[in-house]
């Protein structure tokens, strides 16, 4: 039997672009959510600080302190998300090699 | 039908005719060769890849990692209770937690493509910074520092465990 060429052509493009659609769907709601809890988790500690340093229970070393250390820990959950950016891709990839390699066997009778 | 053969090919037409379909037999041909090629080359590009030649760009999920993670962060935080405290008595406790930290992150930076997970301890554990590092130097300079202090510390470096030990479980496992 012939091999369609053409047709196994699009077969591998159009299952490319639903993989990567299906996992960028999967993604960018959890890359939202996060940013979301860190966002209002330092908006809690700020307002928290601030009270704390009204009252006297810390002091302005103490608040410059803590404000750097969110900024460390920013840092430290920016390269969370770039790891699981990585993890995606390469699961994406993987994908990608499992698809061709599914879609060329077919067409061996 | 001969005779119109003839005429054809006396004015020519017909090895036009001839030409032109020998042409349009060879562009199709170059196509299909074309084609071929490309789905050779995919199916070739596709093993190269899974042979690690352009392999994952992070490192495998490692159990021993995330557990020791985990572990530690309730160390840590324990520690840090213990800042209501002088210092110098829980000297001792402040060295084994510092040794242990010290330990995963040796093995951290030993795994294949775990560069993001070793900044993130760094960036932890940096004596110049403001987190579980920073924090240790602070208590050492001041002897002993205030509950409230402590308590806003301790949930910022939690976080920041979080964070590590979030990505180490994020990571792909790999077949033994």
């Not at chain 1, 990567?20 to 500690?45: H, M, R, W």
């Not at chain 1, 340093?53 to 302005?60: F, K, M, R, V, Y």
């Not at chain 2, 995919?42 to 020791?68: E, H, K, R, V």
Request: with cysteine; aromatic share 8%; net charge positive.
């Amino acid at each position: 039997m012939p091999i369609d060429i053409t047709a196994t052509l699009n077969t591998i493009k159009t299952g490319i672009i639903s993989l990567g659609t299906t996992q960028l769907k999967a993604y960018l709601p959890q890359v939202q959510a996060d940013a979301q809890s860190i966002a209002d988790a330092i908006k809690g500690n700020i307002e928290n600080w601030t009270s704390q340093l009204a009252s006297g229970e810390i002091t302005t070393d103490d608040l410059k302190f803590l404000i750097a250390g969110s900024k460390e820990y920013l840092e430290i959950a920016a390269l969370t998300q770039a790891g699981i950016a990585q993890i995606q891709l390469d699961q994406f990839k993987q994908g990608v090699i499992n698809l061709i390699v599914k879609t060329l066997t077919a067409l061996v009778p | 039908m001969l005779q119109i053969t003839k005429l054809l090919t006396k004015t020519g037409m017909l090895k036009t005719e001839k030409r032109v379909g020998r042409k349009l037999n060879m562009i199709k041909k170059n196509k299909r060769t074309k084609n071929l090629l490309y789905l050779l080359f995919l199916g070739t590009a596709a093993a190269f890849w899974g042979c690690n030649l352009m392999g994952p760009t992070i490192a495998s999920y490692d159990q021993y990692a995330y557990i020791q993670t985990t572990s530690l962060k309730v160390d840590a935080l324990n520690l840090m209770d213990s800042a209501i405290y002088s210092y110098q008595s829980e000297i001792k406790n402040v060295a084994t937690v510092k040794i242990n930290i010290q330990k995963l992150y040796e093995y951290d930076k030993n795994r294949a493509k775990n560069g993001i997970t070793v900044k993130q301890w760094q960036i932890l554990m940096d004596t110049n910074g403001h987190l579980f590092g920073g924090f240790l130097i602070r208590w050492r300079n001041s002897g002993k520092l205030k509950k409230a202090f402590i308590d806003d510390v301790k949930a910022i470096v939690d976080s920041s465990f979080s964070q590590i030990a979030r990505l180490e479980s994020r990571k792909v496992q790999t077949a033994n």
